[in-house]
């Protein structure tokens, strides 16, 4: 400290100015860095949230005393303290969902609650629980849910329901497939609901997958898709991976028909019921002629001759129902109208004794089995016009671009590459003040004997102190105001050795300090003046 405290002293103000801004910098500059350093390396906790949920969420950090950060829509967290600081607030209910389910039927009481009020918060509880469901597939964001359940007006008619669904994504666009999917699962949660009933809107305001497509058949992408990776599996298991090229072309009918046909079968007729209707008339004659006499009993007329006559009648009714057959047929678009297959297949390459490799294409055999493969996979009809191309040409190689990605030794030493930056830096600025700066000031040459080192210092004899020697006894005698001058250190004194030589021979050797004598000199002159 006495040495720090006399080289301080030794300094001009300018330079103790200089001196003391640096220490200060230093001071703040080592401060700030280390807080870098020791302060921890936030990490993502939650992100898109709501609100509430994001209030709710910091409240929560804060009570806990966890330091956090909220950038924009998201909070940060020390990297340490993410995961189990999640698993602790979803104990405890958080992140909130802002769709809540079946729980709030359990604040419902059985008084004071009408029929209105059940049924508003039965479908509230409904569409929060299949928000949920929605939002746990990892494409989607955020989810919400509106169903509309008809009137309950019992002098109308019912009506049916329908719904809606509103998503965000979380990274690529939804497609018409996922669309499709949450159609049929909100139609299936609810009775009665249809899935053509059921919109699905994204973010951007654009219906997902026409209504259009929620009932009717694939189109004709989603027919030829599903035949090109058909045709294209059977092709690659003999030609190998990367040696075919398979497009499928599909026209389909755009045009909706409905046929109504009633027929009668009068050959196939079928009796239904039998009626039998039977009649008998009986009737007698006499043929005696009608007297006074044959009207008395005992008269001539009673032995008269007489003549009976039965008729009979039988009537047969049979009644026959005639066969009909009715016969109504509904063709919806998509069907398909007329297909064309092209499959491009690689050949093979043979190489002759020039060295020379040559192209070979695929025998015309397996050719023509391939053709009856694919004939097969695609459902070929010549009557419906239907064809299929197969050729064998040389496909290049084409390099792929780039380099194969491959882990690096930092993602296998798992070292967070923040902290060993700023310990970097640290260490950098460190390093150049105390070289630079702190160095340069304590290793300062002295400028007079007293500020060197007690066992350094030479003994007194050997300073030339100012002394000029007198041309009668040849001794130095001190001049006015030595005592306040530099004293030079003098060389190793030598036995008659001219003292000017001496001088002479120093000040080559300590040009620095013979300088700082002289201005030193120069001062104190230019104060006694």
Known sequence: ??????????????????????????????????RLATAPSMTLLYA?????????????????????????????????????LRMTLASEGLPANGNRGYE?????????????????????????????????????????VHIANGSTNPFQRSVAPTASVYLVASGAQFTSDQAKAIRFLVSSAVSGLAPENVAVIDSNGAVIGGQ???????????????????????????????????????????????????????????????????????????????????????????????????????????????SETE???????????????????????????????TFVPMPETEMGALKELVASAVGFDADRGDVITLKSLDLPVVEPEGTVASSSIWQKMHFDAMSLIQMTVLAIVSLVLGLFVVRPILTKPALAPALLPVDTAPEPESYLTGEIASEDSGQ????????????????????????????????????EETVEILRSWLEEGEERV
């Open 476 to 511: 130095f005698t001190s001049l006015p105001g030595s005592a306040t001058a530099g004293a030079v250190p003098a060389l190793a004194a030598q036995s008659g050795a001219d003292p000017v030589d001496r001088l002479r021979a120093m000040i080559g050797d300590k040009q």
């Open 212 to 322: 259009e497509t929620a009932v009717a058949a694939d189109t004709a992408d989603d027919k030829a898709r599903q035949l090109r990776e058909r045709v294209m599996r059977l092709v690659e298991a003999r030609v190998g991976a990367g040696n075919a090229v398979v497009e499928v072309s599909v026209d389909t009918v755009t045009k909706t028909e409905s046929i109504r046909e009633r027929r009668f079968d009068p050959k196939g007729r079928v009796a239904i019921s039998t009626d039998v209707e039977e009649r008998s008339d009986s009737a007698r004659n006499q043929s005696s002629d009608v007297t006074v006499a044959s009207n008395l009993p005992d008269g001539d007329g009673a032995g008269g001759d007489e003549s009976n006559s039965n008729a009979t009648e039988t009537r047969e009714r049979i009644n026959y129902e005639v």
């Open 327 to 357: 016969l109504e047929v509904h063709n919806a678009p998509g069907a398909i109208k007329r297909l064309t297959v092209a499959v491009l297949v690689n050949g093979t390459r043979a190489v002759d004794a020039a060295g020379v490799e």
């Open 48 to 84: 898109g949230l709501e609100s509430g949920a994001a209030g709710d969420i910091v409240r929560a950090l804060d009570q806990r005393g966890v330091t956090f950060e909220i950038r924009g829509g998201s909070i940060y967290v020390p990297g340490s303290q993410r995961d189990e």
């Open 1 to 34: 400290m006495q040495q720090i405290g006399t080289v301080w002293a030794s300094l001009d103000r300018r330079k103790q100015i200089i001196v003391a801004g640096a220490v200060v910098l230093v001071f703040f500059g080592v401060l700030g860095m280390s």
């Open 104 to 144: 709030l039927l359990d604040s419902l009481s059985g008084f004071g609650t009408t029929s209105q009020m059940f049924d508003a918060a039965y479908w509230r509880a409904k569409e929060g629980e299949l928000a949920r469901t929605i939002v746990g597939s990892p494409h989607v964001s955020q989810a919400r």
